[in-house]
Nanobody
Framework: QVQLVESGGGLVQAGGSLRLSCAAS????????MGWFRQAAGKEREFVAT????????VYADSVKGRFTISRDNVKNTVYLQMNSLKPEDTAVYYC?????????????????WGQGTQVTGSS
């Protein structure tokens, strides 16, 4: 059974940086697509970024393009989300997700496995 565990969240001032990690256990991610989503209080879950594990190709939401970077470490079986130039509106619980079919998607229902989430708070 696949388990995803996020870490790295916290409180950061506007303009600061954080790096989120998503470590997997139970199997490797080879052939999967990985995604990061976020959900702010009272709002729907929102797509942030996605990555294909085999070729490393990525897609980003317009709201984070140029500021966030999704990447992977094959040896550690871990996906990262580097977040720079953070804004107060980036405040949310961030979730890591994995899709067995390997197709990058911005739709949360296309993902099969989810982590428990990690809180990111950007202060003004």
């Amino acid at each position: 059974q696949v388990q995803l565990v996020e870490s790295g969240g916290g409180l950061v001032q506007a303009g600061g940086s954080l790096r989120l990690s998503c470590a997997a256990s139970g199997r490797t991610f080879n052939g999967y697509a990985m995604g990061w989503f976020r959900q702010a209080a009272g709002k729907e879950r929102e797509f942030v970024a996605t990555l294909n594990w085999i070729d490393g190709s990525t897609v980003y939401a317009d709201s984070v393009k140029g500021r966030f970077t999704i990447s992977r470490d094959n040896v550690k079986n871990t996906v990262y989300l580097q977040m720079n130039s953070l804004k107060p509106e980036d405040t949310a619980v961030y979730y890591c997700a994995a899709s067995r079919d390997g197709v990058k998607s911005s739709r949360w229902f296309n993902y099969d496995y989810w982590g428990q989430g990690t809180q990111v708070t950007g202060s003004s």
